[in-house]
């Protein structure tokens, strides 16, 4: 027992201490803080900034619109129809002084159209199709003698709240919150259960190259060094999950001036994710899940090889599988109830990924909770097995990287 | 080298009881018995690919033997089990070229059961002694090779083993570490410890090895205390010297149940001995018979002459490897 505490110990402090570990501490929540940003800018690009309408109308409809759109924090000045202003408008946009321009007359009441030529025409008709058509009903309305009030009262525009009813109780998130809690735990399982399987790959493999582990095995079972060394890798990422944690706080309560200034944008996307402390236990159960699964197969990709070069290879099959559960995060975010999404939260492979997100994404019942946990802790107990009996050949073998068919006589030989 | 072996000899320290180790397709050690008695040197020789790390590697419990058993000592478990108790240095040298020297040192001692405290100090002392105190807190790889060399044996002998395994323990030294390491291994050996290494030098063997078992193709071809092998494989040459006075010399040459042949030139003489003869008594017999000797030498075949006749052609090629 002191031994494996030992093996804990020394992969902990040997860690914690290279430069490469704090690099990446305050690194991750720099990406993040990236990613916040990033989102804040595109979510804004859409926006229409500065437009021109071309008013031919008669009725107070252009003065109408231009009003809806400087309600809406768009820029708009109106111009009267004239000959040649359609063409020396167009050549502003094509200087880009202008992003577009809206061409209206009073055949809009009736037919309810009205022309927009501008560089982004799918983000003009995103930014402009309420406030115009806001404006169409008013004057509509008005001209058929409609008390001004009472348009100004049935034109109050719709606030639509979303609220998540999760597991039947409260309701504490709002759809922006649970995706970007879904998206957030999407990523960092998927980053941490690479990564961290990949330094249990390297340490096995420091050992089987410099030979230590002669040394090691005959003090105690291959199994016990295997087994400090995950825990070992493992302490480690969970104290830099730690340090994320509390920079990560940090960071979303200055969120709003990171995404430049108003916070529209990323604020709509990207809000304060309330975390239970059911999600927490659902996270933190299916990361050491899933990196205890990987890890197991990480090692063993790291005892078969005998160089750095043969081990990036060989870990290829393993790193894809946790790369494919990744990609098709975005798919379940879409449809956390889809077949695919509920097929991947169940394959142990998967699930450590999967689950968590959707989870965090829309309900979920608890029997398919306990059914993913309980088919992760049978592959980990398999896995495991298997790993471990390559492992305990492995790290004493040298030359060749074996084929599948020795591959299998270690594993029932061991 | 001549010192008879008691016949009531103490309990082994280790024994290797009919071993077997096949790999895909080949025999790496066949049907191998041996027993290492406590507080000697003992030395498990043989060419390359004889068997020998096989060998060490079923008794540290890093391989386990196909069929067979070892022990140690007098307990039915194998090396793991007395980790506490043995010191091992693989054939193939490394340590965690990015970790400090004495938290290597610490951690190692941990791996053989010492406390965290207790190895911190013996490290200490050790640097200290090997003249790497000011290195303790440099990375492994900022050392020379040399240097890594002393600090890997460190690690080996650090919890004070009583038994030291060393494989192909001076391959790679340079003169002064094997020299550091030929003094450390006669120290332990003073102390109490038993040493078993391998090697397929076998002039460093003759030099240091009260046992030795020679091995080859995974098989025993003999084993015992080195004067008794040396005796029963040739040995049967005497040159005896006089000092003047030869007293009854000629009576002592004349007796057949110790001498063979004898080619007496007065003031000296070269003596073929009767088979199982003890050169031990011809030497007493002579001062008895009031002779003074000014020499008695015993003409034994070098062990590498026996290795070579048991080995074959195999051995030759061993023993000039550049590595060696």
Same mark, same amino acid.
């Not at chain 1, 879904?182 to 399982?189: K, N, W």
């Not at chain 1, 160089?307 to 379940?332: C, D, G, H, K």
């Not at chain 2, 890997?152 to 009583?162: C, G, K, M, R, Y």
């Not at chain 2, 092998?229 to 040995?235: E, L, N, P």
């Given at each position: 027992m002191r031994k494996i505490w030992a093996i804990v110990r020394r992969e902990f402090v040997e860690r914690v201490r290279t430069r490469w570990f704090w690099i990446g501490a305050l690194l991750g929540p720099v990406l993040f803080g990236a990613v916040f940003f990033l989102s804040g800018q595109l979510g804004r690009g859409g926006g229409l900034k500065r437009i021109a309408i071309v008013d031919g109308t008669t009725t107070q409809l252009g003065a109408r619109i231009a009003e809806q759109l400087g309600r809406s924090g768009d820029w708009a000045i109106r111009v009267p129809a004239a000959v040649g202003v359609v063409d020396s408008l167009t050549a502003q946009v094509r200087a880009k002084h202008l992003d577009g321009f809206l061409i209206v007359t009073d055949a809009a009441l009736d037919s309810g159209k009205v022309e927009y030529r501008g560089s982004n025409v799918f983000a003009g008709k995103g930014a402009l199709q309420r406030p115009v058509g806001e404006?169409?009903?008013?004057?509509?309305?008005?001209?058929?003698?409609?008390?001004?009030?009472?348009?100004?009262?049935?034109?109050?525009?719709?606030?639509?709240?979303?609220?998540?009813?999760?597991?039947?109780?409260?309701?504490?998130?709002?759809?922006?919150?649970?995706?970007?809690? @879904? /998206? *957030?735990? #999407?990523?960092?399982?998927?980053?941490?259960?690479?990564?961290?399987?990949?330094?249990? %790959? &390297? +340490?096995v493999l420091e050992e089987k190259t410099t030979r230590i582990v002669e040394v090691l095995v005959s003090s105690l079972r291959p199994f016990q060094l295997l087994l400090g060394k995950v825990l070992g890798v493992g302490a480690v990422s969970i104290f830099q999950f730690l340090i994320w944690g509390v920079a990560g706080r940090l960071l979303l309560a200055r969120r709003a001036p990171l995404a430049g200034g108003d916070g529209g944008g990323a604020d709509e996307l990207f809000q304060v994710p309330h975390v239970t402390g059911a999600t927490f236990a659902v996270f933190m @159960? /299916? *990361?050491? #899940?899933?990196?205890?699964?990987?890890?197991?197969?990480?090692?063993?990709?790291?005892? %078969? &090889? +005998?160089?750095?070069?043969?081990?990036?290879?060989?870990?290829?099959?393993?790193?894809?599988?946790?790369?494919?559960?990744?990609?098709?995060?975005?798919?379940?975010?879409?449809d956390p109830g889809s077949t695919l999404a509920v097929t991947l939260s169940l394959i142990p492979f998967s699930s450590p990924v999967a689950m968590p997100v959707r989870w965090a994404a829309g309900n979920l019942p608890a029997s398919e909770l306990a059914l993913s946990l309980a088919i992760l802790l049978a592959a980990i107990g398999g896995v495991t097995w298997v790993a471990a009996r390559i492992y305990r050949v492995g790290i004493l073998m040298t030359g060749k990287r074996p084929n599948v068919k020795e591959l299998v006589r270690w594993i029932r030989t061991a | 080298m001549t010192s008879p072996a008691p016949a009531s000899s103490p309990k082994p320290i280790l024994v290797l009881d009919r071993v077997r180790k096949a790999f895909a397709g080949h025999t790496a050690v066949d049907d191998l018995s041996l027993a290492v008695p406590p507080g000697v040197i003992y030395g498990l020789l043989g060419p390359n690919g004889a068997g020998k790390t096989t060998t060490i590697r079923m008794i540290m419990d890093i391989l386990q033997p196909d069929a067979g058993s070892v022990r140690l000592f007098g307990g039915a478990a194998g090396g793991r089990m007395h980790a506490e108790r043995i010191g091992y240095l693989p054939e193939e040298r490394g340590l965690y070229r990015k970790m400090r020297v004495l938290d290597v040192l610490v951690f190692l001692g941990?791996?053989?059961?010492?406390?965290?405290?207790?190895?911190?100090?013996?490290?200490?002392?050790?640097?200290?002694?090997?003249?790497?105190?000011?290195?303790?807190?440099?990375?492994?790889?900022e050392l020379?090779?040399?240097?890594?060399?002393?600090?890997?044996?460190?690690?080996?002998?650090?919890?004070?083993?009583?038994?030291?395994i060393l494989d192909e323990a001076f391959a790679g030294l340079d003169p002064v570490n094997a020299q550091v390491m030929k003094d450390t291994?006669?120290?332990?050996?003073?102390?109490?410890?038993?040493?078993?290494?391998?090697?397929?030098?076998?002039?460093?063997?003759?030099?240091?090895?009260?046992?030795?078992?020679?091995?080859?193709?995974?098989?025993?071809?003999?084993?015992?205390?080195?004067?008794?092998?040396?005796?029963?494989?040739?040995?049967?040459?005497?040159?005896?010297?006089?000092?003047g006075s030869v007293g009854a010399a000629a009576q002592v040459f004349a007796d057949a149940s110790l001498v063979k042949k004898v080619d007496d030139y007065g003031q000296y003489a070269e003596v073929e001995l009767a088979p199982g003869a003890d050169p031990q008594r011809v030497l007493r017999d002579l001062v008895g018979s009031g002779a003074r000797l000014a020499r008695f030498e015993l003409r034994e075949p070098s062990l590498l002459k026996i290795f070579i006749d048991l080995v074959g052609p195999e051995a030759v090629q061993a023993g000039v490897r550049p590595d060696a």
């Open positions: 404006a169409l009903t008013v004057v509509r309305l008005q001209r058929v003698g409609v008390d001004p009030r009472l348009v100004a009262r049935a034109s109050i525009p719709l606030r639509l709240e979303t609220c998540k009813i999760s597991r039947g109780t409260t309701c504490g998130e709002t759809a922006a919150q649970s995706f970007s809690l @879904a /998206y *957030f735990m #999407g990523i960092i399982l998927y980053t941490a259960i690479l990564l961290y399987g990949i330094n249990v %790959m &390297s +340490s @159960a /299916y *990361f050491l #899940g899933g990196f205890f699964l990987y890890s197991a197969m990480f090692a063993a990709v790291g005892a %078969m &090889s +005998s160089t750095e070069q043969e081990a990036r290879q060989a870990q290829q099959p393993v790193a894809w599988m946790l790369v494919l559960s990744f990609i098709s995060m975005f798919a379940m975010l879409n | 941990e791996m053989k059961g010492m406390e965290r405290r207790r190895a911190r100090h013996r490290a200490g002392e050790w640097l200290e002694r090997l003249g790497l105190a000011q290195w303790r807190l440099r990375r492994i790889d020379s090779k040399g240097m890594q060399q002393k600090v890997q044996f460190i690690s080996t002998i650090l919890h004070e083993p009583a038994l030291v291994v006669l120290e332990l050996r003073a102390r109490g410890a038993t040493i078993l290494f391998s090697t397929h030098i076998m002039e460093q063997a003759e030099k240091l090895c009260e046992h030795v078992c020679i091995i080859a193709r995974g098989r025993k071809l003999v084993d015992g205390p080195l004067g008794d092998i040396k005796r029963t494989r040739g040995g049967h040459h005497l040159v005896v010297g006089f000092d």
